[in-house]
T-cell receptor, first 112, second 113 residues
């Protein structure tokens, strides 16, 4: 069976510090991978998606970036965090057209 | 641009009631519609996926219907239980593009004993 892992579960970072969130998928190959941010009262916002190694599409201009160094690994990064980067970050995967999306347990990021 | 709306935003019902959650979307050219459940502080769990050629899907006490022409879907929960308390989100994948789903803001459901 397939599983998706996200870590850390919670993170408290000062403004201006760097960020690295990691997501890995097991039990499948060549998944589509997604990073979402969920802020209170604002719904689920797609940040990045990837259809293959090294292929990243950005949906929202911001100080965040994503990388996919391996087939089942997706990393969300920032060089300098802003207060507005606080939120709940979710990684997801699917097998493409007409396949359900599966989510990790998320990372709660608080910026001080 | 696809827009997805869920009504009501919040719902509180006594245990045992049958209930209906609504989802509407603006562009009827879709690949599929998914319903998800999200428990507090957790990720989303896929409940049902209805392809554009289908009218409904069922899983246990859950039944989801799709009316593409009117841009609507309903999630029917039979004999609700306190364990059904969660936020329910629908997501629509539009055809003719990247099929990446657009999410509604969800309906927060509380089932009290």
């Amino acid at each position: 069976s397939q599983t998706i892992h996200q870590w850390p579960a919670t993170l408290v970072q000062p403004v201006g510090s760097p960020l690295s969130l990691e997501c890995t998928v097991e039990g499948t190959s060549n998944p589509n991978l997604y990073w979402y941010r969920q802020a209170a009262g604002r719904g689920l916002q797609l940040l990045f998606y990837s259809v293959g190694i090294g292929q990243i599409s950005s949906e929202v201009p911001q100080n965040l970036s994503a990388s996919r160094p391996q087939d089942r690994q997706f990393i969300l990064s920032s060089k300098k965090l802003l207060l507005s980067d606080s939120g709940f970050y979710l990684c997801a995967w699917d097998r493409g057209y007409n396949q359900p999306q599966h989510f990790g347990d998320g990372t709660r990021l608080s910026i001080l | 641009k696809q827009e997805v709306t869920q009504i009501p935003a919040a719902l509180s019902v006594p245990e045992g009631e049958n209930l209906v959650l609504n989802c509407s979307f603006t562009d009827s050219a879709i690949y599929n519609l998914q319903w998800f459940r999200q428990d507090p502080g957790k990720g989303l769990t896929s409940l049902l996926l209805i392809q554009s050629s289908q009218r409904e899907q069922t899983s246990g006490r859950l039944n989801a219907s799709l009316d593409k022409s009117s841009g609507r879907s309903t999630l029917y929960i039979a004999a609700s239980q306190p364990g059904d308390s969660a936020t329910y989100l629908c997501a629509v994948s539009a055809s003719g593009g990247s099929y990446i789903p657009t999410f509604g803001r969800g309906t927060s459901l509380i089932v009290h004993p």
